[in-house]
Structures are given as structure tokens and as C-alpha cells.
């Protein structure tokens, strides 16, 4: 039935569709840059939250909430549109939902739009896709879809923003509450069920009968009762969820019938790219080939804006050392928290070109195709073929990659996937990578195509996905599994499609400035921190080091203008930076680190990102005033007192790329699997396997390669 005018004004929207639908474009394009992330309290679930200004003057809060196929939610990301659709003081419960169908997909979408539209809430729908859909033969009567549903439906592009002055038109209408059918309960379990709990129709019932452990806003009381309700007439969930769901597929099938016409189609250009990109044997190559191009464009179009940033921020603490005063704040400020802050804004191109191709590929189409190809890949692994998703997403970052995992309904292919996310290499990871490659592999081509920076860097990723797929071996056979649960991998495989560039910007804005920013607060802290202890040490530690650098001086060895060099470096030594570095040197020694990189490693659990900063304060400190030398250059140069030798040799440089290559340093993520798992037992479990492998593998690469 359809809603009738009033004075009730609108305040929250949802969308809601099925995965895949195009609800994010168009979230995106109603939105731009006025959104944010919220979380849905108790599930870690991210919603993501904007502000619609419409073009009649009015600004709506529109919320994207997670897609589902059907209102029988199997995983978290699910249950969380439940406790929208049925908990009536749930923060995020709309006023309106617009529902956005798949035009090409529509027996699917229609079925959730029927089983949303048995509740009290107004909703519209919105047809997207239909440009596809005409070029495949589909064409659709709107008004007689609108007169066999009660429900106006609209047709859209969610890329293009064609519709959206017809949808705004719509929304801005003042909407009443849907007037409430008789309420038809048949069975008497159901009839027994209204009796303690406000049902709304038969669909109602079923949901809370199959689902209530799940659901958060149900009482301990309520939840027993429902037990108890569900013992004593032998309910069978799985049962009630299926009968429901195919009498509504088979409504959907007639009504599609009476509303749809399908003309013979030609082959279409998806499916003849397809064949290619799909093929077992070709489109492993063509993934492979994509992700060195990838890598590749990393390190040659980011190499001019990160010279000019590292240039940058060298001329401008030499300007700020000859301009400020000299006082304990400007070397605070000069050597902690500029040398931090540039140790990681130097690396933000790279982190841009990155954010850039994965969101392109996501955009085209393309990476939908990566999940299927790798599904059959992955249950030899004992991961589900979901688990792609949330392994390919740790390569941006692993918090919102273990989170990915709540689609995936069977617990121990979900548990398996969280342990061993974090061996795929992350963002936060690649400004180490980045700094040691370019130490020590040279800038050559192979075969006049690749650089061999970029080989290595792609082995880095490939190495972290292989370790993830043993480590998922093992995990296999050491949890157990749930009696008669199988979860299948389902998904709908969009057409290929050129990327919105408005999302493009919009996601590479959000992804680059979360990483920045959240890293930047930790890294000013850490900064400040640093340099407290390494400007300081124990009572009379730094007047002893100075004088034993003046002693060297006097005898002759070195000349004056290395004077304030070595007090620099000998007070850094006698910091309590330097007895911390000192202490844990004997655990670190057998794979090449000296006290400072003990220092590095400390600081980077922190986040992994930390460690460059972390160098760059250090070296800061540990410099005369006013050098100009950029952090590279100073890690190039940085000699061994005791041997002559150079610190980061090729040996270190690849150990260090190892340990960072397996370490779990990301305290963020370990308080993510805490709350994904309920339980500090995983990311201890995680914390220590990953820390052994990293140490093991970093010791036997130094010892391989010295």
C-alpha cells in the first residue's frame, strides 16, 4: 500500500538492496563528500552515515546500511538490517527506506522488497541498473510493477545521477505511517508468540523464531521464551525460512511475468570479456599481471611527489631551526614531530596510487570476478570462497578486512579468516617496504618492462597471501567444526562498467585521510614520546657522554665539524631511548638489529607505519643541528661503530622486510579480532604465531643472506 501525504517530515533514510545492487553509488552520489562512518554499537558493523542536501533546500540523513539477500540473515552484517527493520528504539530505524533494486537481478530484489514492505515503514523503491538492463533485451512497466506492489518505484543510475530529481521529488512528500493491515496469524505457536511479544504479521514471527539468539534488542527473558516456544512445538527454523522464502520467489516469478519483457539478447560484452578474464588458466595471469602493474605504478609515478615532500619537509626543519629559538620546544618540535610526521606524509602518493587502482578495479567489475575465480582456491585452503573478500581488502587495511568477515555465516571458516588476514600485506606496511626496497634493490628494468623494485615489492604481497593460505591449512585442522554447517559462497557478478570517478575520489579522500589521520595520532604521540627519551637519560648518563665525545675529539681522530655529530650520537646512546635499545639488543643481534632498529620495533606495535617515523626521529636526534640529509640518505650512510660496516646492509634491509612482512605490530587490529571474537584468546594466539614467524623468518634471511 502506498503512503499518503501528511505533515510527518522526514529526518533518516536507509537504503537497503541485495549486494551488489549499486546502493554505495548511489549513497555516494547523494551524499559526496558529507558522510561518515558509524559504528552499530556491539557488532563492530560499520554503517556508513551522510548528509543528503536534496535540490528542494531540505538536508536528510541518509544511512547505507550493509546488503542482504533476504530478511533470513545467516551472518552478523545481516542481523544488523534485523535490528533496524524490528527494534523500534533503534537509533539508526529510518523513516523511510528506499529500497534499490537490481534490474537485471530483480526476482531477488523484489522478493527482499516484498518482505520489507509487510512492515510498518514507508518505503520507495529505486530501479538501478536499467541501462544494462535494456542493452541485455529487459524492458520493465513501471506503472504496472507499481499497481501489483503498492510500492512507487523509480528508475535510476546510481553511477550518473539520472533520477535523482524524480527521487528527491518523491522523498520530499510528506509520508505517513503505512496503515496496518489485519494482522493473520495461522499456526498456533505464532498465536502463542503474540502473546508476549508485538508482532506485526507472520513474517515477523518467523524471523524471531529462527533468528532471536542473534538479535540484540531482545531481552535474556524474551530469548528463553522464544527456546522454549521453539521446543515445545518442534519448530524447524531451517524449515520456516524456506517455505516462506519460495512462496515469495514464486509471487515474484508471476509478477515478473505480468511486468517484465525479455527480447532474445545478444551476447553482451560482459560475457565475452568474461570468457577471457574468467578462464581458470588465463585469468590467474591476467590477475598476477595486474597486480605487478599495480606495484608498479607505486614506485614510478609516486617518485617525483615523494622527493618534493621529503625535500619539503628537510628545507623546512632547516628553516625552522634557524628562525625559532633555541629552546626545548623547538627541538621538540623540529625533531620529533616534524621528523615523525614527515617519516609517514612522504609516503601518502603511494598510498593514494594504491587506494586509487583497488578502488578502480572494485569499480569496474573486475574484482567481483577475482572472488569467484578464487573461490575453488580457497576452500582447498579450508576458507570459504567469501574469505577472498576480506583477504583482498587487507591489502588496504586489515581492521576493515577482519570486519569484512561478519558475511561469512560459518564460524570456523570466519575464525580461520581472521587469524590469518593480518599475513596480507597492508597499507600501514608499505611505507616500510617502500624505504628498504629503495636501499638496497637497485632501479634496474626486466625485460625492459618491470622494475626490479617493483618485482620485489609484488613478491612482498605474494609471500604475505601464500602465508595466509598455510597458516589457514593449519587453522583447518586445528579448530573444530560445527556439526551439519557449510556455508556456500554466493554473489552476484556485476556488469563491466567504467568507474564513477566522483566514488573513486570519494573513496580515495576517505581511505588516505583515515590513514593519515588515525596514523597521525599515534605518530605525534609517539614522536613526543621519543623524543623525550632520547633527549634525556639517568642523572649525569649525557654530561658523561659529552665528555667522552669531546675526549675523542681532543684526541685528534676526528675533526671539529664532526664534534657536534658525535656528542649527538653519544648523548642518544646514554638516553633511556638508548638503555631500552641497549636491553632488548641481545633478543634482536641474531637477526642483524642494532639497539636503534630495537627502538623502531618497539615503537611500531603501536602500528606498523610508526617504524619509519620512529627512524626518522631517532636519526633527527641523533644528528648534528641543521643537517639537511633525508631520512634515506641517512639510513644509507648510518655505519656500524663497532665494525666500520654499514648498518643497513642487504642482509638487515631484506631480514627487516621479513619480519615486517609477517610481524603482527597493530594494536588496532589485535582490539578488532578482540571484539570480532568475543575473546582475548585469539589475538593473543594471534599476536604470538605471527610474532614467532616473523622472528624465525627474519633470522634466517639474515643468516642466509650475510
Not at 524471523?207 to 530469548?223: A, M, P, R, T, V
Not at 602493474?293 to 609516486?302: E, H, K, P, R, S
Not at 602465508?467 to 583447518?476: D, E, G, Q, W, Y
Not at 567444526?481 to 559462497?489: A, D, L, N, R, T
Amino acid at each position: 500500500m502506498i503512503s499518503s501525504p501528511s505533515d510527518i517530515k522526514l529526518q533518516k533514510i536507509a537504503l537497503l538492496g541485495n549486494p551488489n545492487a549499486g546502493k554505495s553509488s548511489l549513497f555516494n552520489t547523494l551524499t559526496g563528500l558529507h558522510q561518515h562512518t558509524g559504528n552499530y554499537p556491539g557488532v563492530t558493523t560499520d554503517i556508513n552515515v551522510g548528509k543528503w542536501k536534496t535540490g528542494q533546500g531540505e538536508t536528510l540523513e541518509l544511512s547505507d546500511l550493509p546488503g542482504i539477500y533476504s530478511l533470513f540473515a545467516k551472518s552478523e552484517d545481516e542481523r544488523v538490517v534485523l535490528d533496524v527493520i524490528l527494534d523500534k528504539n533503534n537509533s539508526y530505524r529510518p523513516d523511510l527506506i528506499i529500497v534499490v533494486l537490481d534490474a537485471i537481478n530483480l526476482k531477488r530484489s523484489l522478493m527482499l522488497m516484498e518482505q520489507i514492505n509487510r512492515f510498518d515503514l514507508p518505503i520507495i523503491a529505486v530501479m538501478n541498473m536499467t541501462d544494462i538492463a535494456e542493452s541485455r533485451g529487459i524492458k520493465i512497466d513501471y506503472t504496472q510493477l507499481q499497481k501489483l506492489t503498492g510500492v512507487k518505484t523509480i528508475p535510476i543510475n546510481a553511477r550518473t545521477g539520472k533520477g535523482r530529481k524524480e527521487l528527491e521529488e518523491q522523498v520530499n512528500q510528506k509520508f505517513s505511517k503505512k496503515e496496518k493491515p489485519q494482522l493473520l496469524l495461522e499456526e498456533s505457536w505464532q498465536k502463542e508468540l503474540s502473546s508476549r511479544i508485538k508482532l506485526e504479521n507472520a513474517l515477523h514471527a518467523r524471523i524471531l523464531i529462527s533468528q532471536y539468539e542473534h538479535l540484540s534488542f531482545l531481552g535474556e527473558e524474551d530469548k528463553a521464551f522464544l527456546k522454549s516456544l521453539q521446543k515445545k512445538y518442534n519448530l524447524d527454523t531451517l524449515q520456516l525460512q524456506t517455505e516462506d522464502s519460495k512462496k515469495c520467489l514464486n509471487r515474484q516469478s508471476l509478477l515478473i511475468k505480468e511486468c517484465v519483457k525479455t527480447e532474445k539478447p545478444k551476447v553482451s560484452r560482459t560475457e565475452r570479456t568474461d570468457k577471457v578474464l574468467m578462464h581458470p588458466v588465463a585469468g590467474f595471469i591476467i590477475f598476477f599481471a595486474l597486480l605487478l602493474l599495480v606495484f608498479q605504478a607505486i614506485f614510478n609515478l609516486a617518485s617525483y611527489p615523494m622527493e618534493w615532500i621529503d625535500q619539503g619537509f628537510g628545507m623546512l626543519t632547516t628553516w625552522l631551526s634557524a628562525n625559532l629559538p633555541e629552546s626545548m620546544l623547538t627541538d621538540l618540535f623540529t625533531e620529533g614531530i616534524i621528523a615523525g610526521i614527515g617519516g609517514i606524509v612522504i609516503f601518502v602518493p603511494q598510498i593514494v596510487i594504491l587506494f586509487a587502482l583497488l578502488t578502480i578495479l572494485e569499480e569496474s567489475g573486475y574484482m567481483s570476478r577475482v572472488m569467484f575465480l578464487t573461490d575453488k582456491t580457497m576452500s582447498r585452503f579450508g576458507l570459504n570462497g567469501k574469505s577472498i573478500v576480506p583477504l583482498i581488502s587487507g591489502a588496504a587495511c586489515a581492521i576493515p578486512a577482519i570486519m569484512a568477515t561478519r558475511s561469512i555465516s560459518n564460524w570456523k571458516e570466519r575464525l580461520t579468516t581472521i587469524m590469518v588476514t593480518p599475513l596480507i600485506s597492508c597499507s600501514a606496511r608499505l611505507p616500510v617496504y617502500i624505504i628498504f626496497i629503495s636501499l638496497v634493490v637497485p632501479s634496474i628494468s626486466v625485460w625492459g618492462i618491470f622494475s626490479l623494485q617493483s618485482l620485489v615489492l609484488t613478491s612482498l604481497y605474494a609471500g604475505g597471501f601464500i602465508a595466509a593460505l598455510l597458516s589457514a591449512i593449519v587453522f583447518n585442522k586445528l579448530l573444530k567444526k560445527e556439526p551439519g554447517s557449510k556455508s556456500v559462497f554466493v554473489m552476484e557478478l556485476p556488469s563491466y562498467k567504467l568507474p564513477q570517478w566522483r566514488t573513486v575520489f570519494i573513496n580515495i579522500y576517505k581511505k588516505t585521510g583515515a590513514f593519515v589521520f588515525e596514523a597521525g595520532k599515534i605518530i605525534i604521540a609517539i614522536s613526543i614520546i621519543l623524543w623525550v627519551l632520547a633527549s634525556y637519560g639517568p642523572p649525569g648518563a649525557m654530561q658523561t657522554a659529552e665528555k667522552e665525545a669531546i675526549e675523542i675529539f681532543e684526541s685528534g681522530t676526528i675533526t671539529e665539524t664532526g664534534l657536534d655529530e658525535i656528542i649527538a650520537s653519544k648523548q642518544l646512546e646514554a638516553s633511556y631511548m638508548g638503555h631500552i635499545g641497549h636491553f632488548i639488543e641481545p633478543v634482536i643481534k641474531p637477526l642483524g638489529y642494532d639497539w636503534k632498529i630495537g627502538i623502531a620495533l618497539l615503537a611500531s606495535f603501536a602500528a606498523r607505519e610508526v617504524f619509519v617515523s620512529t627512524m626518522a626521529t631517532i636519526y633527527s636526534v641523533g644528528q648534528a643541528d641543521g643537517a639537511e640529509e633525508t631520512l634515506l640518505e641517512k639510513l644509507k650512510t648510518e655505519k656500524n661503530p663497532e665494525t666500520g660496516e654499514l648498518v643497513f646492509s642487504t642482509a638487515v634491509s631484506f631480514s627487516l622486510l621479513i619480519f615486517y612482512l609477517f610481524a603482527m605490530q597493530c594494536m588496532a587490529t589485535l582490539a578488532i579480532v578482540q571484539r570480532e571474537t568475543k575473546s582475548w584468546k585469539w589475538p593473543m594466539i594471534q599476536l604470538i604465531y605471527m610474532t614467532l614467524l616473523a622472528y624465525f623468518g627474519a633470522f634466517v634471511t639474515f643468516q642466509l643472506l650475510s
